[in-house]
Each structure stands twice: as structure tokens, then as C-alpha cells.
């Protein structure tokens, strides 16, 4: 539903939020991933995230749905949103550096975009709205630049397992909006209560998570990916999903990519660079146009 700039603040705003925990989630799995397997990260992050939501929806008095259709569409809403591409990410951040890492999980608006336009005739999806989309891929073409290709931890396969996991956002940005008759908090508890049940026996089966000795750092960080960068997302998410749309919610992922550079500045020493600033000034002028905030004027031909 078309949106007026003045109720779009609070959504963007939302977004923002949105992105900076997901952008967190980054820098949480690095330290997390040293003494954590993949899989029993995101098993852990699912779980913790699933229990806070449940008893949220709990004390809330929210009714459960109650039809098998309507868990089936869950469990696949799990799936493509939660469990694959935690796994995906997770796996591929041991194979792939950060900075690559970041730039390619930028590219679910242009699947979204691809999808909507040439598979569902979206015809909403219009020209302003991919003008913001590159503009937003350059600025985060200027933040990692050319380095963020370099070396010999990116491997192929890290790298295609962190754009399949921006396949699966895109693809479950699209499937959400089935659920815009039901609350965003228990859209989002059950469907990663199921994502949980599903990763469980994954973990269990390559991992043997009950034989790891965890440091207190990396379940201090998973402690954090389940509560914020988990449950919390998940509710702004399917939030944002009704009010801004797939392809409007998932421009938060280049916000995501230069929080998690900004962070690295932060806490990791790193150095504020003029690439980092003019790349932010690309990435919030294409998240502004994709969404609507800013509007491009429209050519007329004059009348004599």
C-alpha cells in the first residue's frame, strides 16, 4: 500500500534498527564461529530467538494457528528465511572474507527486483525503484572496493553459499507477505520455532554439539545473535514486510553490509576511510528512493 513520506519516517527509522542488528550479526558469528560450528551457531541463535518469541506470544494471549496449510507455510517461511541462510552465512564466513561476505549478501533487492518484475509481473516495481537499488550496490562497491576480492580465504564455494543465502532472503521476503493477516510476533516465533525443530538433528548429526567446549566469548555472542539479531529482528522484520514490502525491506541489507564496516570502525580498530563516508552517502540516497522517501520528478511533455 502506497505510503505518504511522513508515515514512511517511523518505518525507515525501523529499518534501520533492523539493519544494525542484522549488520551486528556479522561481527556476533566471527567471534562466535571460533570455538561454535556452523550449525550449532545457527541451531543455538534459533533457539534462543524461538523461546523469547513463544513467550512473547504467550503473555500476549495470541492464538496459535490452526490449520496444517498454514504451518506448512510457516516451516517453509522457516526454512527460506531462517535456517538456510543462517546456515549458508555461517558456513561460508569460513571461506570467504568479511568484507566479500558483506558484499554479496547486499544482493537480495536485486533478486527481489528480478523476481518481481520478470517471474511475478510486478508491475509496482518500477524504474526509481532499481535506480535505488544500484545506487545502493555502488556504495557498497565503494566501502569494500576492489581488496574485498583479494586473497585466498574467498573461495568459490564460500562465495556461493553466501549468494544462495541472498537468494533465500530475497525468496522469503516474497513469501511473507502471505502472512500479512496474522501478527508479525507470531509469524515470527513460529516460524523459527520450526526453523529450530529443523536444524536440530542437522547440528546434532555433524556437529555433536554436547562434545564442544564452547568459550564463555563465543556464547556470549550466539546469547546475543538469538535475543537481538534473532528474535527482535525477526518481529521489526515482518513488520517492515507489510508496511515497506519485500523489496523495500530487504534494501536494509546494504544498510546492514556498512553497519557492520562502521562496527568494525567501532570496536575493531578499524580506519574511518572517505570511501567508507561517500559509500554510506550512495547506500542511504538508494535506500531513500527504493522506499519511497525521496521521489524523483517526472518529465511532461508541454501543451501549446
Not at 570455538?35 to 523461546?51: E, Y
Not at 494471549?61 to 555461517?90: C, D, H, M, Y
Not at 568494525?264 to 580506519?271: C, D, N, S
Request: aromatic content about 8%; proline content about 6%; hydrophobic content about 55%.
Amino acid at each position: 500500500m502506497p505510503q505518504t513520506s511522513a508515515k514512511l519516517i517511523p518505518e525507515l527509522c525501523l529499518l534501520i534498527i533492523l539493519s544494525f542488528l542484522w549488520g551486528a550479526s556479522f561481527t556476533l558469528i566471527e567471534v562466535a564461529i571460533t570455538t561454535v560450528p556452523p550449525a550449532t551457531i545457527v541451531l543455538l541463535r534459533l533457539l534462543i530467538g524461538a523461546v523469547v518469541l513463544i513467550t512473547l506470544v504467550m503473555i500476549s494471549g495470541t492464538v496459535f494457528p490452526n490449520t496444517a496449510k498454514r504451518w506448512g507455510e510457516l516451516l517453509v517461511q522457516g526454512i527460506l528465511q531462517n535456517a538456510l541462510p543462517f546456515t549458508l552465512i555461517s558456513w561460508g564466513q569460513l571461506h570467504t572474507s568479511s568484507g566479500l561476505a558483506g558484499l554479496l549478501n547486499t544482493t537480495p533487492p536485486l533478486f527481489v527486483f528480478l523476481i518481481s518484475y520478470f517471474v511475478l509481473q510486478d508491475k509496482t516495481v518500477d524504474a526509481k525503484k532499481l535506480l535505488g537499488i544500484l545506487i545502493g550496490f555502488a556504495g557498497i562497491g565503494v566501502i569494500m572496493g576492489p581488496a574485498a576480492f583479494a586473497g585466498e580465504q574467498n573461495s568459490a564455494l564460500g562465495q556461493l553459499a553466501i549468494t544462495g543465502a541472498s537468494l533465500c532472503y530475497a525468496l522469503a521476503a516474497l513469501n511473507a507477505k502471505r502472512f500479512s493477516d496474522q501478527p508479525p510476533l507470531l509469524t515470527a516465533a513460529c516460524s523459527m520455532t520450526l526453523a529450530a525443530c529443523l536444524m536440530a538433528p542437522i547440528a546434532f548429526t555433524f556437529d555433536h554439539p554436547l562434545k564442544l567446549s564452547p568459550s564463555p566469548e563465543s556464547l556470549a555472542s550466539i546469547l546475543a545473535l538469538g535475543v537481538f539479531s534473532t528474535a527482535l529482528a525477526m518481529v521489526l522484520y515482518f513488520r517492515l514486510v507489510r508496511t515497506l514490502g519485500p523489496l523495500g525491506v530487504t534494501t536494509g541489507s546494504y544498510l546492514r553490509a556498512s553497519f557492520s564496516v562502521v562496527l568494525g570502525v567501532l570496536f575493531l580498530g578499524e580506519i574511518l576511510t572517505t570511501n567508507l563516508l561517500t559509500g554510506l552517502l550512495f547506500i542511504f540516497t538508494g535506500v531513500a528512493l527504493a522506499t519511497g522517501q525521496i521521489k524523483l520528478p517526472r518529465l511532461t511533455k508541454k501543451t501549446t
